[in-house]
């Protein structure tokens, strides 16, 4: 199935829910992981329950803390 | 107010655009900017705050100029190490511009202090370098209703979003709160590369001055995400979350609090 995860176009399994494509990608720390679904930004306990679908436009947002 | 001829020609070369003018230098005079962090955004976004002509700039940290700041933290020099942060901040920003008044705090945020700070002033620049600080000042600028513009650094990655409160999509929309003990590293831990703070700080300063000036089209409902390794630079769509704790429609937090601090490790780390 493809999906445009933060702006490119990948092949991922079909019918992934996010948690697994954030295992898929091998997004290391998922809680540093925000999600938004073709512009909505999910609840976190939504991730195991939101089966993606061809063409969604996923983007990974990071927590990043630094400023000093 | 009337700009003085030395005024009109320290400014000239921002006078001159169009979109600034003389009426938006006087503007710019007349506006007062809050930098929160006296560090590695806050450094270069004062240094040319300052050099623009913003007629106020506040500038808060309770800390002490240390020896491993000076890789990034530019507006401070080695002779200030073991200075305040506001004051070796505040030198610095009165010798590039004596037209500009310096408010300095130093003192560390929180729920109690916050909000009679920022309500003094017209925009604010988060420059904070821990997660409760940054949701604290995306908060107590939501219900003083002051437009902010959020940052954060970490390695070689960067990013921003510019926040008019009840209007646009806010840190809380996107992050919901802070993330778990554990997770995520800290700049100290996973280092940074200092020139990354200067190019982040300084589009915090240009969104400063875009909103002070009402011109240009403003970071807001957008992240904008870089990565000096690939020299990517991505504008990443947002909408208002309706499930935002703070401002979506059935909000949780109606009142300003501290979020606890986390401590940080890498993974692997004890």
Do not use: W
């Not at chain 2, 806050?42 to 007629?55: E, I």
């Not at chain 2, 309770?62 to 002779?79: A, F, G, M, P, Y």
């Amino acid at each position: 199935m493809k999906l445009v995860l933060n702006g490119k176009q990948i092949n991922c399994s079909a019918s992934l829910t996010v948690s697994e494509l954030l295992i898929e990608q091998k997004v290391k720390m998922p809680e540093m992981v925000s999600v938004e679904l073709n512009g909505q930004i999910l609840r976190r306990h939504e991730f195991d329950s939101t089966i993606l679908k061809e063409d969604d436009q996923v983007e990974l947002l990071y927590f990043m803390g630094g400023g000093n | 107010m009337k700009l003085t001829e030395q005024q009109i020609e320290r400014y000239s070369r921002q006078i001159i655009l169009e979109e600034v003018g003389g009426a938006g230098q006087e503007k710019l005079l007349t506006s007062k900017v809050l930098i929160v962090g006296a560090g590695g955004l806050g450094a270069p976004a004062a240094l040319y705050l300052a050099a623009a002509g913003v007629g106020t700039i506040g500038i808060i940290d309770s800390d002490k100029v240390d020896l491993t700041n000076l890789q990034r933290q530019v507006i401070h020099h080695t002779e200030d190490v073991g200075v305040d942060k506001v004051v070796s901040a505040q030198n610095k920003m009165r010798a590039i511009n004596p037209d500009v008044t310096i408010r300095t705090y130093r003192t560390r945020v929180n729920a109690e202090n916050i909000s009679e700070i920022i309500r003094e002033y017209d925009f604010v620049l988060d420059g904070t370098d821990n997660f409760p600080a940054k949701f604290l000042v995306n908060d107590a600028c939501y219900f003083e209703k002051v437009p902010f513009s959020h940052a954060g650094i970490l390695r070689f990655d960067g990013q921003l979003i510019t926040v008019i409160p009840e209007e646009t999509t806010c840190y809380r929309c996107i992050f919901h709160s802070p993330p778990s003990a554990g997770v995520v590293p800290s700049c100290s831990q996973a280092g940074v590369l200092g020139v990354l703070a200067g190019v982040i700080g300084s589009l915090q300063a240009t969104e400063a001055i875009k909103y002070l000036l009402g011109i240009g089209d403003l970071l807001t409902d957008k992240l904008l995400t870089y990565n000096a390794l690939t020299m990517e630079f991505r504008k990443i769509h947002l909408n208002r979350n309706p499930n935002c704790l703070l401002c979506g429609r059935n909000p949780k937090i109606t009142v300003l609090k501290d979020e606890e601090q986390v401590i940080c490790h890498l993974k692997g780390d004890k």
